[in-house]
């Protein structure tokens, strides 16, 4: 059937149509056919090969000096000096108890000095207790660290030698943290109460003060006076007040009340070093629980060890006359002493005590506390160890250092989002117990604009 003009013009339109599309698919498959991948692109970025390191160098600190060379010698506590024989502890043991908690995280030779000032005051030695808080599990107990990892410490010196006691924490903690474990640890042996000590200090007793304690039994006698009958007593009202910790040189010493701290919740966890001790204070004085501040010896804050720890237990020499003497009457005495410390002991005597040996400490230990506080950095002691690379649970020194005062500063800032206030004078800004997290900034954040200058017209 033959078809007309007419209808031939009919599909016109329909076949332009499908040709236009085909052209255009066409055109978009020539197209993607000729991008470039984006490698090939010149001006893309060649792909990462590897980290990019900083510049890295590090000298490794010379090797630590022996700052209690007659430690280093002796296989038994009978090698030591003997303790001055006005500030050895009574025998038998006082009923109290008097369990002393000494954290320790880097730098040994401080911790070898603050235990052994306790020791030389009076303190039992078996009443003290050295908190390895150095997360290296137990690598001191086995002996794997050496002198110069900042995490080392001679556990066999400190147990079977100086006769004390190891608590490791399982894994490091903060210094708000390590609160709480003591708190932990008094609570689970039955303790009403507690002592603990920074590691940072250096104590010695009032020699020259009459009459005479020792800082041990003048810290017993806060014990007792802490728990007789009207203690914090007053007459006229007959209100009571509780106490919550005992300053002996702020907390640098100080004895806690178990019941008082484990009523307001113990330390604020998320507060985990600066502050923490401004935000529990402060709580504590918010409830009314007292903080009464005693005296039971000298305690330095330090920042360096004595050149040696035997002038602790204030010994000197003696004179030729008194040594030939001695000498001649030593006879069976002497020759059942330990061959360590014999010619010690035979060359040397108990020195005065307020005398002179003690002037002579006292200015060397108010010297070493005036050197940290005029040091920009004063816990500057905490960098002098950098070893320790290759033994187990080794952490880079410089890298410990700079997520600790990040670890600082992210705590700060928790204590004062908490309180609403810049500062450690938190109850004198106002707020009270129940305030925490509810209060707006205030204006330690914000300090008011100066005054507008008012110009005469």
């Known amino acids: 059937m033959a078809i007309s003009l007419r209808s031939r013009w009919v599909f016109l339109p329909l076949v332009l149509a499908l040709g236009a599309v085909s052209l255009y698919f066409l055109r978009l498959s020539i197209n993607r056919e000729a991008q470039p991948l984006p490698e090939d692109t010149p ?56 369990r002393l908690y000494i954290g320790f995280t880097r730098f040994w030779p401080l911790l070898q000095q603050v235990v052994v000032s306790y020791i030389t005051a009076g303190w039992p030695p078996e009443d003290i207790y050295v908190v390895e808080n ?5 690598a001191n107990k086995r002996g794997l660290l050496t002198i110069q990892n900042p995490f080392y410490l001679d556990y ?29 640890e008094a609570i689970n042996n039955n303790l009403t109460y507690y002592f603990w000590s920074h590691m940072d200090v250096a104590v010695h007793p009032h ?53 008082t701290f484990a009523s307001l919740g113990g330390w604020d966890t998320m507060v985990g070093y600066y502050g923490t001790d401004c935000d529990m204070y402060s709580r504590l004085s918010m409830n009314g629980i007292a903080q009464p501040v005693q005296d039971a010896g000298m305690v330095y804050d330090v920042t360096t060890s004595l050149e040696d720890l035997e002038v602790l237990y204030r010994r000197r020499p003696k004179t030729e006359e008194k040594r030939d003497t001695s000498d001649r009457k030593a006879g069976l005495h002497n020759s059942t002493l330990p061959a360590i410390n014999k010619g010690y002991l035979d060359s040397t005597e108990e020195d005065e005590r307020g005398g002179e040996g003690f002037k002579k400490l006292a200015a060397t230990l108010e010297q070493i506390q005036q050197d940290k506080r005029d040091d920009k950095y004063r816990n500057s002691w905490q960098l002098r160890q950098n070893g320790g690379e ?27 989002e908490k309180w609403g206030h810049k500062g450690c004078d938190i109850k004198a800004a106002g707020v009270k117990e129940g305030d925490q997290w509810r209060v707006e900034h205030d204006s330690t954040f914000d300090p008011p604009p100066p005054k507008k200058k008012r110009w005469l017209s």
Do not use: C
């Not at 066999?156 to 708190?183: C, D, E």
């Not at 187990?392 to 600082?408: H, R, V």
């Open 207 to 259: 020699e020259d003060k009459e009459p005479f304690k020792s800082l041990y039994m003048r810290a017993v006698d806060v014990v007792r006076e802490t728990q007789t009958p009207n203690y914090l007593k007053n007459e006229e009202t007959g209100e009571q007040q509780k106490w919550g910790i005992q300053f002996f040189a702020y907390d640098w010493l100080s004895m806690v009340n178990v019941e």
């Open 134 to 138: 150095t997360g290296t599990m137990d």
């Open 43 to 98: 001006h893309s970025p060649e792909p990462p090969k590897g980290p990019v390191y900083k510049d890295f160098h590090r000298e490794i600190a010379p090797p630590l000096p022996e700052y209690f060379p007659l430690a280093a010698k002796a296989q038994s506590p009978s090698d030591l000096p003997p303790i001055p024989s006005w500030n050895k502890p009574p025998d038998p043991h006082v009923p109290e108890e008097t």
């Open 390 to 416: 290759g033994e187990p649970y080794y952490y880079d020194p410089d890298g410990f250092e700079k997520a600790l005062q990040m670890t600082i500063e992210v705590g700060t800032k928790i204590n004062e």
């Open 156 to 184: 066999h010196r400190l147990t079977k030698i100086l006769g004390v006691n190891i608590i490791t924490t399982p894994s490091l903690q903060t210094f708000a943290q390590l609160q709480n474990f003591y708190l932990s």
